[in-house]
Nanobody
Framework: QVQLVESGGGLVQAGGSLRLSCAAS????????MGWFRQAPGKEREFVSA??????GYADSVKGRFTISRDNAKNTVYLQMNRRKPKDTAVYYC????????????????????WGQGTQVTVSS
């Protein structure tokens, strides 16, 4: 079992920056694909970014503005969000999957085995 706990959400003005953290339990964190998803009110959960053995991936809507990184020694994955836009407002979720580390559709929410509770991010205009 893997437990994920997100932190760092809050209110930020458009154009500002925010960094989310996701702390994971488990001894094999370095062998997990880690992802960030978000869900805005009335919308489906959507892929934001992911990190696995081959590197990182981003949704087109955040490419160039968001950066995912991980510290395997601390069992933590981060999402640095710069140049925030009001449309970035959502609940952000951290997700993990051991099977996705080497292959598979890391951008698919239902392919992930473990989820955090989510953290609210609000961007004001």
């Amino acid at each position: 079992q893997v437990q994920l706990v997100e932190s760092g959400g809050g209110l930020v003005q458009a154009g500002g920056s925010l960094r989310l953290s996701c702390a994971a339990s488990g001894r094999t964190f370095s062998r997990y694909a880690m992802g960030w998803f978000r869900q805005a009110p009335g919308k489906e959960r959507e892929f934001v970014s992911a990190s696995r053995w081959s590197g990182t991936g981003y949704a087109d809507s955040v490419k160039g503005r968001f950066t995912i990184s991980r510290d395997n020694a601390k069992n933590t994955v981060y999402l640095q969000m710069n140049r925030r836009k009001p449309k970035d407002t959502a609940v952000y979720y951290c997700a993990a999957s051991e099977t996705l580390y080497y292959s598979g559709s890391y951008y698919q929410a239902d392919e992930h085995d473990y989820w955090g509770q989510g953290t609210q991010v609000t961007v004001s205009s």
